[in-house]
Antibody
Framework: EVQLVESGGGLIQPGGSLRLSCAAS????????MTWVRQAPGKGLDWVSVIHTSDNTDYTDSVKGRFTVSRDNSKNTLYLQMNSLRAEDTAVYYCARGRPAYNFDYWGQGTLVTVSS | QTVVTQEPSFSVSPGGAVTLTCGLSSGSVSTSYYPSWYQQTPGQAPRTLIYNTNIRSSGVPDRFSGSILGNKAALTITGAQADDESDYYCVLYMGSGIWVFGGGTKLTVL
């Protein structure tokens, strides 16, 4: 059974850093592209970043230079390193598995990041 | 900046049918965007309904169907039930490793 479990969220001050983790089971993260999607309180879904099977990465413009996506195949875990956090980064962050033409098929339950002083 | 458009809200009667759409602020949606649809209830993670325009995800009832209608992607729900009351999001693959979600449609069943 495919499962994705996010962790690492919490309350952080503006300008701070946080690393989110997404532990996968039932498949190998190295065989799929993996993505992060966030949802600000009361708002819609917002695509954030992707790591491809080639290890190439892409980001939405608002997080470029501040967020870094990576994975550890030995731990079967996806990460999102978030630096220089801003109030507008406050959101539930979901990891999702992706397949070409399928977009995102499995989702985690999300982890809440709150950026506030 | 490309914007993916969805109706902010829609209502349907129990047992009725409704079609939600997913368009572009500039241009037409085609199968090349691999439109997908997701259902989300408050406090829950999104659930994948449709991918690659019209392929139902495992376990999704055939009351849900996807298509291209005119210049938009479409999600049609037939035989609406109370637990279909949710937010529905589409996402389009814009190429070059970039995806864009629509703003979502809040569906009310009443």
């Amino acid at each position: 059974e495919v499962q994705l479990v996010e962790s690492g969220g919490g309350l952080i001050q503006p300008g701070g850093s946080l690393r989110l983790s997404c532990a996968a089971s039932g498949f190998s993260v190295s065989n799929f592209y993996m993505t992060w999607v966030r949802q600000a309180p009361g708002k819609g879904l917002d695509w954030v970043s992707v790591i491809h099977t080639s290890d190439n990465t892409d980001y939405t413009d608002s997080v470029k230079g501040r967020f870094t996506v990576s994975r550890d195949n030995s731990k079967n875990t996806l990460y999102l390193q978030m630096n220089s956090l801003r109030a507008e980064d406050t959101a539930v962050y979901y990891c999702a598995r992706g397949r070409p033409a399928y977009n995102f098929d499995y989702w985690g339950q999300g982890t809440l990041v709150t950026v506030s002083s | 900046q490309t914007v993916v458009t969805q109706e902010p809200s829609f209502s349907v009667s129990p047992g009725g049918a409704v079609t939600l759409t997913c368009g572009l602020s500039s241009g037409s949606v085609s199968t090349s965007y691999y439109p997908s649809w997701y259902q989300q209830t408050p406090g829950q993670a999104p659930r994948t309904l449709i991918y690659n325009t019209n392929i139902r995800s495992s376990g999704v009832p055939d009351r849900f169907s996807g298509s291209i209608l005119g210049n938009k992607a479409a999600l049609t729900i037939t035989g609406a039930q109370a637990d279909d009351e949710s937010d529905y999001y589409c996402v389009l693959y814009m190429g070059s490793g970039i995806w864009v979600f629509g703003g979502g449609t809040k569906l009310t069943v009443l």
